[in-house]
C-alpha cells in the first residue's frame, strides 16, 4: 500500500504541478517557478526511467524543463514556451499509451 502511495505521490500529481509552475513561470517571467517546476519534475523522471516501454526518453522530460528556465532567465518567453511543448507531448504519450482507458 505505501509503495503505490508514493508512486502516486511522485507520479502525476507531482508532474502536472511541475509543469503548472515552469507555465507560471513563463507567463509570469519568474526564474524560482520554472526552477521549482524543473526541480519537481525529476522524480517523476526517475519512475519513468524505470519502466521499459520509456527508457531513456524520459530524460527528455527534465531537459526541456531546464531549458526553460535558462529561457526565462534570459527573458526568452517565446523558446520558453516552445521547450514545453516536448514535455507536454511526452506526457500526454505516457498517459494515452502507458495508461489506456478502457
Known amino acids: 500500500m505505501l509503495d503505490n502511495f508514493g508512486t502516486f505521490l511522485f507520479g502525476w500529481p507531482l508532474m502536472i ?8 513561470g513563463v507567463f509570469q517571467k519568474r526564474p ?3 526552477f521549482l517546476g524543473a ?5 517523476f523522471t526517475i519512475t519513468m526511467l524505470a519502466t521499459a516501454s520509456i527508457g531513456l526518453f524520459a530524460i ?3 531537459i526541456c ?3 526553460v528556465l535558462g529561457a ?8 520558453a514556451w516552445v521547450l514545453l511543448i516536448p514535455v507536454l507531448g511526452l506526457l500526454l504519450w ?4 502507458l495508461y489506456p482507458i478502457i
Not at 39 to 43: E, S
Not at 94 to 97: E, H, P, R, S
Open 60 to 62: 527528455v522530460i527534465p
Open 32 to 34: 524560482i517557478a520554472a
Open 17 to 24: 504541478v511541475a509543469l503548472l509552475l515552469s507555465a507560471v
Open 94 to 97: 505516457i498517459a494515452v499509451n
Open 72 to 79: 526565462v532567465v534570459m527573458e526568452i518567453s517565446k523558446w
Open 65 to 67: 524543463m531546464f531549458a
Open 39 to 43: 526541480i519537481f519534475a525529476i522524480p
